[in-house]
């Protein structure tokens, strides 16, 4: 008489859905569509009023509201480029922290958030800029040009780094 063959393992369990968290879900998606087609409805409303301005007040209304979002614009630019000058000092810092002679990222412009051209790109460049050219940095970066060449190429060497 033949042996049996042996039943093979049952499948692992497989993860079960879980309605409570579909019907919440589903209860999530009907809210937002609520406030959606509420806000939908609201700027439509509010749309449609425009055409109740006098053309002059539209116009100052409109032009007073770009020069409100290029300001807004223009400030959020200044902060990104604060923001990606600081990460570029902690990359100089991690650098330089190891070898001295490493090279150096470029600073942005804070005017243009621009690479600065022709940035210094070791301690080495920095310590030996003329005079001319460590003032023109200095003010591209917005700091105040002290008085001896000396302390113009420090105060370069600080605004390369966090510190």
Not at 66 to 95: P, S, V, W
Not at 105 to 121: F, K, M, Y
């Amino acid at each position: 008489m033949a042996a049996p063959n042996p039943q093979p393992p049952p499948p692992p369990a497989l993860p079960q859905p879980d309605f409570g968290r579909v019907s919440t879900a589903f209860q999530d998606i009907s809210t937002a569509a609520d406030n959606i087609s509420t806000a939908t409805d609201t700027l439509g409303l509010e749309l449609r009023r425009l055409s109740n301005l006098q053309p002059l007040a539209f116009n100052q209304l409109v032009l007073d509201q770009l020069t409100l979002m290029n300001q807004n614009f223009a400030r959020l630019e200044q902060r990104l480029t604060h923001n990606q000058n600081d990460t570029t000092k902690l990359h100089n810092n991690q650098r330089v922290l190891g070898n001295s002679t490493a090279t150096l990222l470029p600073l942005r412009d804070p005017a243009t958030g621009l690479v600065i051209q022709n940035c210094p790109n070791t301690t080495a460049q920095i310590r030996t800029l003329s005079n001319q050219r460590a003032v023109q940095l200095l003010t591209i970066l917005q700091i105040p040009v002290p008085a001896t060449l000396a302390e113009r190429r420090n105060a370069l060497c600080s605004a390369f780094f966090l510190g």
